[in-house]
């Protein structure tokens, strides 16, 4: 391929990479194969500069920077850090940096290279005052409300009380990540990659009472006192200690190649019995007057490297591809293996993501394949061994029918993930069930996860319309199931009829319907069957509601499977009408009129207090605009107060709120 074609293509899949990777924090490669395409385009460009322009992926650093927190610019910037992959390269740069300071001793500290978020903490006068994103390296978004919920980072310091910038990384340990997992797939939400992914988020979530129940961690690499000069990277490790801010224990002081490399060997066989992932070491200059004196490029500082492990990769044969339903419904190709010996277990299965992933790597059954064990305990296929690719190797077609129930399958809208949306597919029945039942939804009390799945295997009940059939004498046979709690499940499930039409419509489980939307919903219709009537045209002129959701309810509704569940909750007398009509604007005080909720009321909660309002034919949103009516301002009112009375926008305390509601 011609050069110029070559760098608009390798241009066009940095950026497509860059945005999976920053953006929607769901990489679809690794590190080294991205490493992998920035070199070559850092090559051509190299021997070709004619054809370098200033808006390349090679002229910065990536991005995580969204519009939702203020920026605030480094004090210096945080760059990023040049990997290698092999003894031989980490030699080199010994080499080079001998080379930059000659006749000079060099020491190097290694550390591990945690697998998280970079995070920039500063302390006036001892206090954390703010916590800022690496950003873009130069510009961060300042976090200061979440990161404070980070239990490891010291809101005061002790025994200091002067300005100090403290740089580090966020991350989550592994259990910890699995169990967040866990309880997002129950709450039906999207799972995390990896711990990496997963802090990421919980560290730009807007609320941060939510990134408080996420078990965040921090662990420092870096120390700026101002006013004093801290002589070596080894000393600003034990200031750090001193200052009771956490640092890996793991650290060494090494003379030269031998030594780091020791070192890297060490800490990738402890790799595993490490809480948290590494994917490497860094290796740092120690003296912090050679540090500076070797300066940095445009991306990376010359006097640190990162030494990365290698993943744990196998060859083997692909023999064939079969598809997993997920309990969400999501259809997943799965590799199956000639089994083969990797990092110690024998692999037979692998993941291989979806379609697209497939095709890009252009997969085919038959072929040999390379395999590789990351921080994931699912291996996955990296790559095809093309040059050992036989004549006879089949391409694959996705399949269009669940592999479980038969019926067909759906493409979600970002056209990755294909899906089973049939809510009577047993290989969904368990999680839609438990969703039903959850709190926010018809809120049965006892049926947890364990007697959902007791319920399927036992073949008592196939939907969630099924529970509502469920006798005494079935139940208690029940193992673990004494008289007492058979039938407290029924008078559970008796009381669930009570709950109200949005509580329904949450629990049918309609993808994309989350509480807020199960609300709006049951506002705007006021009934089931107003809602499985609804058009297209009609559920996305409403506020709040997606074409993607509009769409999800439609195709929900046009399911047969579907349709017969929702006739049988009907029968069993479920609540399929609002209890208050949607009201017409009437002269109520609060119809029609948009409300911003602030601070703590006294009386009652804020989510008592916007049902209140809803029930009045009122809206309440989450944000101060020029639409918004009023504000209502409990005691410690947030930033909507300030921004309500920049805007001009009226406020009501709550003795007024009050006094509206008579
Ligand atoms: S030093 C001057 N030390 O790895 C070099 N970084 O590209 C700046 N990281 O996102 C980084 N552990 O947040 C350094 N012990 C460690 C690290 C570490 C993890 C992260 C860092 C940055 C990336 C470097």
Not at 67 to 74: C, G, I, N, S, Y
Not at 78 to 83: D, E, K, P, R, V
Not at 283 to 291: C, E, L, M, P, T
Not at 543 to 549: H, L
């Amino acid at each position: 391929m011609e050069p110029e074609k070559r760098i608009e293509e390798l241009k066009r899949l940095i950026r497509g990479h860059d945005n999976l990777y920053y953006v929607l924090a769901e990489p679809t490669i690794t590190d080294q194969e991205y490493d992998l395409l920035l070199n070559e385009l850092e090559t051509l460009e190299e021997t070709h500069p004619e054809l370098k322009t200033p808006d390349s992926p090679t002229m910065r650093v990536g991005s995580d920077l969204t519009k939702d927190f203020p920026t605030r610019t480094h004090s210096s910037p945080m760059l990023s850090i040049a990997n290698t992959y092999n003894e031989d390269e980490v030699i080199e740069f010994d080499r080079r940096i001998r080379n930059l300071l000659p006749g000079e001793d060099i020491g190097y500290i290694c550390e591990l290279k945690i697998d998280g978020v970079a995070l920039a903490l500063h302390y006036e006068g001892g206090i954390l005052r703010s916590g800022v994103t690496r950003g873009d390296g130069v510009t961060g978004e300042e976090i200061t409300s979440n990161v404070r919920t980070i239990r490891s980072i010291p809101l005061k310091l002790p025994d200091f009380d002067g300005d100090c910038e403290v740089r580090g990384e966020v991350y989550l340990e592994r259990d910890d990540f699995l169990r967040m997992n866990e309880n997002r797939m129950d709450a039906g939400e999207k799972e995390f990659a990896n711990p990496r992914n997963a802090a990421a988020g919980s560290l730009k979530l807007q609320d941060p009472k939510m990134t408080a129940e996420r078990p965040l961690k921090f662990l420092a690499y870096r120390l700026t006192l101002s006013g004093e000069r801290l002589s070596s990277q080894w000393e600003s490790l034990e200031r750090l200690m001193k200052l009771g801010i956490p640092v890996s224990q793991n650290r060494r002081k090494c003379s030269g190649p031998e030594q780091i490399m020791k070192f890297a060997a060490e800490m990738e066989a402890e790799r595993d019995k490490l809480p948290y992932d590494i994917d490497g070491i860094v290796i740092k200059v120690d003296s912090h007057a050679q540090f500076s004196s070797l300066g940095a490029t445009a991306k990376s500082p010359r006097g640190a490297v990162a030494y990365k492990f290698q993943a744990k990769q196998a060859e083997t044969i692909l023999e064939d591809i079969l598809f997993q339903v997920g309990r969400t419904g999501i259809v997943t190709p799965v590799a199956a293996l000639r089994p083969v010996l990797l990092a110690g277990s024998t692999i037979s299965r692998a993941t291989l993501h979806n379609e697209q992933e497939i095709a890009r790597k252009d997969i085919r059954i038959g072929d040999t394949v390379l395999i590789e064990k990351g921080g994931d305990v699912i291996p996955k296929v990296v790559e095809v061994v093309k040059e050992k690719r036989l004549p006879d190797a089949r391409p694959f077609k996705f399949i269009e029918d669940c592999p479980v129930c038969g019926s067909h399958l759906v493409r979600d809208e970002d056209e990755v993930a294909v899906r089973c949306i049939n809510a009577s597919c047993p290989a969904q029945v368990e999680r839609s069930i438990f969703h039903f039942a959850s709190r926010m939804a018809m809120d049965i009390e006892g049926l947890g996860e364990s007697l959902v799945s007791q319920l399927v295997t036992s073949k008592l009940v196939a939907n969630y319309a099924d529970l509502y059939s469920l006798k005494y004498d079935s139940l208690a046979l029940l193992e673990r199931m004494g008289d007492k709690s058979a039938s407290n499940i029924l008078d559970a499930l008796k009381k669930s009829k009570k709950r109200e039409l949005k509580h329904l419509i949450y629990g049918l489980g309609i993808r994309h319907v989350g509480a807020g939307a199960a609300r709006i919903l049951s506002d705007r219709f006021g009934a089931i069957d107003a809602l499985m009537k609804a058009d297209m045209e009609t559920l996305e002129s409403i506020e709040d509601i997606g074409p993607a959701m509009a769409e999800s309810i439609r195709t929900f509704f046009d399911t047969p499977g579907n349709i017969d569940i929702i006739e049988r909750l009907r029968e069993c007398g479920l609540p399929f009408e609002a209890e208050y009509p949607q009201p017409a604007v009437t002269d109520d005080f609060f119809a029609g009129k948009t409300f911003v909720l602030t601070g703590t009321l006294a009386a009652m909660s804020r989510n008592e207090a916007s049902d209140l309002i809803r029930s009045r034919g009122g809206k309440v949103t989450s944000s101060v605009s020029a639409k918004t009516d009023y504000v209502l301002a409990g005691t410690d009112p947030g930033s909507k107060y300030g921004k309500a009375v920049a805007l001009d926008i009226q406020t009501l305390s709550e003795a007024e709120f009050l006094k509206r509601l008579g």
